[in-house]
T-cell receptor, first 110, second 110 residues
Framework: GDSVTQMEGPVTLSEEAFLTINCTYT??????LFWYVQYPGEGLQLLLK?????DKGSNKGFEATYRKETTSFHLEKGSVQVSDSAVYFC?????????FGTGTSLTVIP | DAGITQSPRYKITETGRQVTLMCHQT?????MFWYRQDLGHGLRLIYY???????DKGEVPDGYVVSRSKTENFPLTLESATRSQTSVYFC?????????FGPGTRLTVL
């Protein structure tokens, strides 16, 4: 069946470091892909999305490219800030069935 | 307020009591979802609804009941609460592509 696998955490980085959180997926058909962010005590917020192969989603300095050949949607940011500390979820939508990864906790230290 | 809201935000109840968690969205999205989030389990789908009067089970439906008489509301009822239902509950809605999440209800069953 459809599924999402993302990098285990927690991840701890120094401010201004480069961030990569890996995400791979298994799906029949052509899913849409997402990254959500969850700050402490809050719900999930959509960070970025891509709806077809080779699309690049971007928002707040974060980017992810929909790679069909490697079934991946890795999240990257060139220079993280303390305010980026949160849990990040990779997700896919295949025919209005949503699948989420287990989440990756990111802590950015000054 | 526009968006998706949940009430109450916090609830403490006792084993065996009936509890209803409310979810309301102002976008007229067709799809609505209930998830629970627990450490070590990520997000798990309880129930979802494709339209008013149409509901279906998710991954962990036992002990929960839903209804959807109006498009904008999707209440979740725990008929006889158990300690294992202590969790954070998130409601979400979707029209076609991405899901939008509410702020969550933290439920404690004593």
């Amino acid at each position: 069946g459809d599924s999402v696998t993302q990098m285990e955490g927690p991840v701890t980085l120094s401010e201004e470091a480069f961030l990569t959180i890996n995400c791979t997926y298994t799906a029949t058909g052509y899913p849409s892909l997402f990254w959500y962010v969850q700050y402490p005590g809050e719900g999930l917020q959509l960070l970025l999305k891509a709806t077809k192969a080779d699309d690049k989603g971007s928002n707040k300095g974060f980017e992810a490219t929909y790679r069909k050949e490697t079934t991946s949607f890795h999240l990257e940011k060139g220079s993280v800030q303390v305010s980026d500390s949160a849990v990040y979820f990779c997700a896919l939508n295949a025919g209005n069935q949503f699948y989420f990864g287990t989440g990756t906790s990111l802590t950015v230290i000054p | 307020d526009a968006g998706i809201t949940q009430s109450p935000r916090y609830k403490i109840t006792e084993t065996g009591r009936q509890v209803t968690l409310m979810c309301h969205q102002t976008w007229s999205h067709s799809y609505m979802f209930w998830y629970r989030q627990d450490l070590g389990h990520g997000l798990r789908l309880i129930y979802y609804s494709a339209a008013a009067d149409i509901t279906d089970k998710g991954e962990v439906p036992d002990g929960y009941v839903v209804s959807r008489s109006k498009t904008e509301n999707f209440p979740l009822t725990l008929e006889s609460a158990t300690r294992s239902q202590t969790s954070v509950y998130f409601c979400a809605s979707s029209e076609r592509i991405e899901q939008f999440f509410g702020p969550g209800t933290r439920l404690t069953v004593l």
